[in-house]
């Protein structure tokens, strides 16, 4: 009998990420606790397609947020992520940081269904 590979699974998971991209302008400390507002005035985050202001979106109970510091992933309890639009959409970090200017920041939101 000739050798077979049989597939007993069948995936079915869906990958959905999306990106959003800032270089700072100017040097930037956040304290503890701080916030960095992904649709600022001045400085507002794009997305993959250069648009702006962007929509963050809710990843659920199976996705995941990366941040990125000049595309180095940074610890995932160094931040969390409120999602939404305008002034709600933010990134809150958990330790104190001071980013230079020409710092790029890229939040990666990660939906798996």
Not at 54 to 72: I, Q, S
Not at 76 to 91: L, M, R
Request: glycine content about 8%; aromatic content about 10%; proline content about 5%.
């Amino acid at each position: 009998m000739a050798l077979q590979i049989y597939q007993i699974a069948f995936p079915t998971a869906v990958i959905a990420p999306q990106r959003f991209f800032r270089q700072l302008a100017a040097d930037l400390t956040v304290a503890t606790g701080g916030t960095i507002a992904l649709n600022g005035e001045d400085e507002p985050f794009s997305n993959d397609t250069g648009a702006s202001p962007v929509t963050v979106p809710a990843v659920g109970t199976t996705g995941y947020y990366n941040f990125y510091v000049n595309g180095v992933m940074q610890e995932g309890g160094s931040f969390a992520v409120t999602p939404g639009t305008d002034d709600v959409a933010v990134i809150t970090l958990n330790v104190n940081a001071t980013f230079t200017a020409d710092t790029i920041l890229v939040l990666e939101a990660v939906m798996v269904s």
